[in-house]
């Protein structure tokens, strides 16, 4: 089973997304509300996959999703962001793996995810 750590300060958001994982039979580790929160407690849960808000890491500023990525470096890394366009190339230039727009349906994002956990190496 997939570990995953979610990083997202809407706790709707979050829920939903809890849900798609679940469903993927994905395990939830962790979750945080804000960006200290994410950088001290997702190394402790040793994720396979870091799902983070790109507002959290905007809020503190793209080096910070770098010093995430050190923490966890087997990680795969997929950005949530809200609207795309320059915030995708930024996030895709500030380490991500992958991103997930929030405005797409549970099946798409069902299927991103499968894509994501297929390029986590296996242990």
Same mark, same amino acid.
């Given at each position: 089973?997939?570990?995953?750590?979610?990083?997202?300060?809407?706790?709707?958001?979050?829920?939903? @997304?809890?849900?798609?994982?679940?469903?993927?039979?994905?395990?939830?580790?962790?979750?945080?509300?804000?960006?200290?929160?994410?950088?001290?407690?997702?190394?402790?849960?040793?994720?396979?996959?870091?799902?983070?808000?790109?507002?959290?890491?905007?809020?503190?500023?793209?080096?910070?999703?770098?010093?995430?990525?050190?923490?966890?470096?087997?990680?795969?890394?997929?950005?949530?962001?809200?609207?795309?366009?320059?915030?995708?190339?930024?996030?895709?230039?500030?380490?991500?793996?992958? @991103?997930?727009?929030?405005?797409?349906?549970?099946?798409?994002?069902?299927?991103?995810?499968?894509?994501?956990?297929?390029?986590?190496?296996?242990?």
């Amino acid at each position: 089973m997939k570990r995953v750590y979610l990083a997202d300060a809407q706790p709707d958001e979050r829920l939903a @997304f809890r849900l798609i994982l679940q469903d993927l039979k994905m395990q939830v580790v962790g979750e945080a509300a804000d960006w200290p929160t994410a950088l001290a407690q997702a190394p402790a849960t040793s994720p396979d996959m870091l799902m983070v808000d790109w507002d959290l890491v905007a809020a503190g500023s793209g080096a910070d999703l770098a010093e995430l990525r050190m923490a966890c470096p087997a990680a795969v890394v997929i950005v949530l962001i809200s609207h795309l366009s320059a915030r995708e190339q930024a996030a895709s230039s500030a380490g991500a793996d992958a @991103f997930i727009s929030k405005d797409e349906t549970s099946d798409r994002v069902a299927e991103r995810l499968r894509d994501a956990v297929a390029s986590i190496p296996s242990k």
